[in-house]
């Protein structure tokens, strides 16, 4: 594989919860200027004729990326009115959480007990969605988390926006426009906080990690030689899986699991 696994700060356990979530805020605002949720609704549209339950199961939810947006779009559409989601994550954001299970719109619901994505509970079933977040997971645990979908026999969407496909020797380029991209991105930030602000302009230690983070993601992010390496041995005729790129602001990789035949 051409990926190579260095570390993360919001992967760790010890990364303080503030921060890990000033992070996840970033990148929820990098997805809607890049257009994530129009390519994600096309991809989930198709990963819901899969299913007989019309449920997405976000894993590795996080600070929600884009999936909010996208669930509210697909809800409103004629037929799926009926359409729930649930967040889920193994560290998950109590605050997001709170904020959702609060709210008014049953169909929605943040789990507040850390999930596991390799072994999802049976009684999470829907289209399981990874929105850049594939990319954190060892080979292993990668290809756990798409066997544990095929053996549920549950439809599973993956999405990436960081891109793996420059030499090696430029994965570092990216570090110093990270940061100044963290401190642009900062005011489109919701909900902005004194927290996020003092530790964006005043000691930059959210930047600092964006900008790490940013830039070991393409060097982490499999490639689609690399996604058809985890998929070894898991092609069946009940169960097809499909790869590609998606164009527009940004260069995207998805890989879709679909289960075929009864019960899909």
Same mark, same amino acid.
């Given at each position: 594989?051409?990926?190579?696994?260095?570390? *993360?700060?919001?992967?760790?356990?010890?990364?303080?919860?503030?921060? +890990?979530?000033?992070?996840?805020?970033?990148?929820?605002?990098?997805?809607?200027?890049?257009?994530?949720?129009?390519?994600?609704?096309?991809?989930?549209?198709?990963?819901?004729?899969?299913?007989?339950? $019309?449920?997405?199961?976000?894993?590795?939810?996080?600070?929600?990326?884009?999936?909010? *947006?996208?669930?509210?779009?697909?809800?409103?559409?004629?037929? +799926?009115?009926?359409?729930?989601?649930?967040?889920?994550?193994?560290?998950?954001?109590? *605050?997001? $959480?709170?904020?959702?299970?609060?709210?008014?719109?049953?169909?929605?619901?943040?789990?507040?007990?850390?999930?596991?994505?390799?072994?999802?509970?049976? *009684?999470?079933?829907?289209?399981?969605?990874?929105?850049?977040?594939?990319?954190?997971?060892?080979?292993?645990?990668?290809?756990?988390?798409?066997?544990? $979908?095929?053996?549920?026999?549950?439809?599973?969407?993956?999405?990436?926006?960081?891109?793996?496909?420059?030499?090696?020797?430029?994965?570092?380029?990216? @570090?110093?426009?990270?940061?100044?991209?963290?401190?642009?991105?900062?005011?489109?930030?919701?909900?902005?906080?004194?927290?996020?602000?003092?530790?964006?302009?005043?000691?930059?230690?959210?930047?600092?990690?964006? $900008?790490?983070?940013?830039?070991?993601?393409?060097?982490?992010?499999?490639?689609?030689?690399?996604? +058809?390496?985890?998929?070894?041995?898991?092609?069946?005729?009940?169960?097809?899986?499909?790869?590609?790129?998606?164009?527009?602001?940004?260069?995207? @990789?998805? @890989?879709?699991?679909?289960?075929?035949?009864?019960?899909?």
């Amino acid at each position: 594989m051409k990926r190579i696994h260095l570390f *993360e700060f919001e992967d760790f356990a010890w990364f303080p919860h503030g921060l +890990r979530t000033g992070l996840t805020r970033l990148i929820v605002v990098m997805h809607r200027l890049l257009g994530s949720s129009a390519h994600l609704e096309e991809l989930l549209r198709r990963a819901l004729a899969h299913t007989d339950t $019309a449920t997405i199961v976000d894993l590795c939810s996080g600070s929600g990326g884009p999936m909010l *947006e996208v669930y509210q779009t697909l809800k409103a559409q004629p037929g +799926r009115g009926h359409l729930r989601l649930t967040m889920t994550d193994l560290y998950p954001n109590r *605050e997001l $959480a709170a904020a959702i299970n609060a709210g008014d719109d049953p169909a929605l619901r943040y789990q507040t007990h850390a999930v596991d994505a390799t072994r999802v509970d049976v *009684e999470l079933r829907g289209v399981r969605t990874m929105i850049c977040s594939l990319h954190h997971m060892r080979p292993a645990v990668a290809r756990g988390i798409l066997q544990d $979908a095929q053996q549920q026999r549950q439809p599973i969407c993956v999405y990436e926006i960081s891109d793996n496909s420059f030499p090696i020797g430029l994965w570092w380029v990216a @570090l110093l426009p990270n940061f100044l991209l963290a401190l642009l991105l900062t005011p489109f930030v919701r909900p902005l906080t004194i927290r996020q602000l003092f530790f964006t302009y005043v000691l930059p230690v959210i930047p600092l990690c964006f $900008a790490w983070d940013g830039a070991v993601s393409n060097a982490r992010t499999y490639t689609l030689d690399d996604m +058809r390496t985890l998929l070894e041995g898991l092609q069946a005729a009940d169960y097809t899986w499909e790869t590609g790129l998606l164009g527009g602001k940004a260069r995207k @990789l998805y @890989l879709l699991g679909l289960p075929q035949g009864p019960g899909a």
